[in-house]
């Protein structure tokens, strides 16, 4: 897009020019991040000095598309809860099925959530999705904040208009909706509940800015760990602080690692004693088996026209990995002999995120390697997915007081609450061999106006 590229090389001229290419402004904004609590680890949560930028075009299709794809995500939902047969599709375990039929008191399985999205041009495809809100909401606008007055940018703001695309105060809103559904009146005390590493020894950085948001708009709020909750007498509790509504950042299947159905969290939980957001019935949409259910058209048939549509233009042909045969642009397929035949254009996705199971990229994996890969998929639930192409843009990273522009991967995730999209964060990365790059975490997002 001949606007965005002029734009970039504009803001990267910016760059080279005095006062700017000595990086003093760089040094005080690295700063700046730090005294905010803008870090990952040690470092700040982003490696580069532009700004991800996104045009006014862009970012409306953005919305329209995901919002009416979240549209349908909810009525898979809905339909896989009154189902057995699309449970079972699903791949849930034991004990996340159990909690998937615990009615959570409000409607919606997922009050938060975002989609994994490469965005190009006026190309678009969502590859992923996620019933949660993981790093990006407080990150992503304490950064937009920060980056917005940083004089490169105001500089550049000269020729080009930005727009900040922050959500934190949709975030909050629809808690506090989810809540008042729940059939609770008055104003309530805010766990935000998080696994902490074992070496671990305070709260994650996001966190704390998300607090001390809540408590800015009068609300009390604690960062929690499952390990400090107490249910007793009917009040779930950390100590002397009793909690009226869960912003739940941890998933089932690493709970049950530690913790069984007896926690206090899930006892609370079942007796609709406190309100837990995001419900364990979002669980369903965590499984990557939610585009296999999407792009079955047995299923999307009676399906709104608009929804039909994004799936069939936005989202990748996707199978839960099985010895069976499957439709692959109206042709039945022996699954398991397509996967070991069409290599290059397919990625082999666990279908839940987890440490111990890693993706392959065909494109990436040599023939043996590949059919290793598949023999593990069938033992673990995997599902195969069309590769989409991603998306790259150059970026001046800084890293040990220099810059260098370098070509990153950027995923763009636009954030649901409720089902209607509220702003977006970008995170970026460089690309290696291995997978291991500490060039990696958010950009600011701005949305591009018309000049």
């Not at 026209?305 to 233009?313: D, G, L, S, T, W």
């Amino acid at each position: 897009m001949a606007q965005l590229g002029e734009a970039i090389a504009r803001y990267h001229k910016i760059l080279e020019s005095d006062p700017y290419k000595d990086l003093e402004w760089a040094n005080a904004l690295q700063e700046q991040m730090k005294a905010r609590h803008l870090i990952t680890g040690t470092r700040p949560v982003t490696p580069v000095l532009r700004p991800h930028l996104i045009t006014k075009r862009q970012y409306a299709n953005l919305v329209k598309a995901a919002e009416s794809l979240f549209g349908a995500i909810r009525r898979i939902e809905k339909m896989a809860l009154g189902t057995p047969q699309l449970l079972s599709r699903m791949q849930l375990l034991p004990a996340e099925k159990m909690l998937a039929g615990v009615d959570p008191g409000y409607s919606f399985a997922s009050v938060t959530s975002l989609l994994d999205t490469n965005l190009h041009n006026g190309s678009m495809r969502f590859v992923d999705y996620n019933a949660e809100t993981p790093l990006g909401v407080a990150f992503g606008e304490a950064l937009d904040n920060l980056f917005y007055d940083a004089p490169p940018v105001k500089e550049f703001r000269k020729k080009y208009p930005l727009t900040k695309v922050g959500g934190t105060r949709y975030l909050l809103t629809a808690l506090l909706k989810a809540y008042k559904e729940f059939g609770k009146t008055e104003q309530p005390n805010i766990a935000i509940v998080e696994f902490r590493q074992p070496f671990q020894t305070a709260e994650s950085p996001e966190f704390l800015v998300l607090a001390d948001y809540f408590r800015s708009e009068g609300y009390n709020t604690e960062v929690v760990s499952p390990d400090q909750l107490e249910y007793r007498n009917g009040v779930l509790r950390k100590g002397d602080f009793r909690i009226d509504l869960v912003y739940r950042r941890v998933k089932v299947h690493e709970f049950l690692v530690r913790f069984d159905l007896s926690h206090p969290l899930m006892r609370a939980y079942r007796d609709h004693a406190v309100c837990v957001v995001n419900s364990f019935r979002s669980e369903l949409g965590q499984k990557k088996a939610m585009f296999d259910l999407l792009t079955d058209e047995t299923i999307t048939a009676s399906f709104p026209a608009a929804e039909r549509k994004v799936i069939r233009e936005f989202i990748p042909w996707t199978r839960v990995v099985a010895a069976t045969n499957a439709t692959y642009q109206d042709q039945t397929v022996d699954l398991p002999d397509f996967i070991l035949k069409n290599r290059t254009k397919l990625v082999l996705r666990p279908n839940d995120d987890s440490a111990d199971n890693h993706a392959f990229r065909g494109s990436e994996t040599d023939e043996a390697s590949w059919e290793k890969a598949l023999k593990q998929a069938m033992r673990t639930p995997y599902v195969v997915q069309e590769e989409t192409e991603p998306t790259r843009f150059p970026f001046p990273v800084y890293q040990y007081g220099s810059m260098s522009i370098r070509d990153l991967r950027v995923d763009v995730h636009p954030h649901s609450f409720l089902g209607k999209v509220q702003g977006c964060s970008s995170y970026i990365r460089a690309e290696t061999p291995s997978g291991f790059t500490t060039i990696a975490g958010l950009a600011p997002t701005f949305i591009l106006d018309a000049k």
